[in-house]
């Protein structure tokens, strides 16, 4: 079965420093892999998805993540937090051949202070 | 790009009466339609899959009679909880899926904050 883990809960940067959120994967298949955004009471936005093309994906507001399959991870990062990331992060692993439903990790609260 | 909108954003009902939240596609057809529930400080729990002319999936442990999902074309879906009470009070998010000509995408709706009373 496809799943997801996301490392930690809560990550706290300063404005400037770089970003790392953390997510490990587990799939028996090539996986198709996303991370989310999410505004306290709003829906979710796509930031990225990895679909077995190139391994390094860019994506929007700067971040990018790197899919490497030796170490079943996908972290997302960005160089240079702004205070607007202030978020709830998911990373989403889409279920092959079970009618291509999405299974979310557990969020990662990203904090950033002045 | 892709947009869904989902109506209402927040609702308060009395505990006995049903809510209907409504999602649309805006400018693409969706193939599939989720609906998740998402309680606070936690992630989203996918609660039933529904394809356009048929019956919605359920996830195990969702009550198919309690909340009522309706994907009467390829641009809108519902869903009507029914005979609310307090602990159905959530944040329910739904998400479209295009699967057409090249393009797979999961859009999502802004969500809507139940809350009864």
């Known amino acids: 079965a496809q799943s997801v883990t996301q490392l930690d809960s809560h990550v706290s940067v300063s404005e400037g420093t770089p970003v790392l959120l953390r997510c490990n994967y587990s799939?028996?298949?090539?996986?198709?892999l996303f991370w989310y955004v999410q505004h306290p009471n709003k829906g979710l936005q796509l930031l990225l998805k990895y679909t077995s093309a190139a391994t390094l994906v860019k994506g929007i507001n700067g971040f990018e993540a790197e899919f490497k399959k030796s170490e079943t991870s996908f972290h997302l990062t960005k160089p240079s937090a702004h205070m607007s990331d202030a978020a709830e992060y998911f990373c989403v692993v889409r279920i092959t051949g079970g009618g291509n439903k999405l299974t979310f990790g557990t969020g990662t609260q990203l904090k950033v202070e002045l | 790009g892709a947009v869904v909108s989902q109506h209402p954003s927040w609702v308060i009902c009395k505990s006995g009466t049903s809510v209907k939240i409504e999602c649309r596609s805006l400018?693409?057809?969706?193939?599939?339609m989720f609906w998740y529930r998402q309680f606070p400080k936690q992630s989203l729990m996918l609660m039933a899959t529904s394809n356009e002319g048929s019956k919605a999936t359920y996830e195990q442990g969702v009550e198919k009679d309690k909340f009522l999902i309706n994907h009467a074309s390829l641009t809108l879906s519902t869903l009507t909880v029914t005979s609310a009470h307090p602990e159905d009070s959530s944040f329910y998010i739904c998400?479209?899926?295009?699967?057409?000509?090249?393009?797979?995408?999961?859009?999502f709706g802004s969500g809507t904050r139940l809350t009864v009373v």
């Open positions: 998400s479209a899926r295009e699967f057409i000509r090249g393009r797979d995408g999961y859009t």
């Open positions: 799939s028996s298949y090539s996986p198709s």
């Open positions: 400018d693409f057809q969706a193939t599939t």
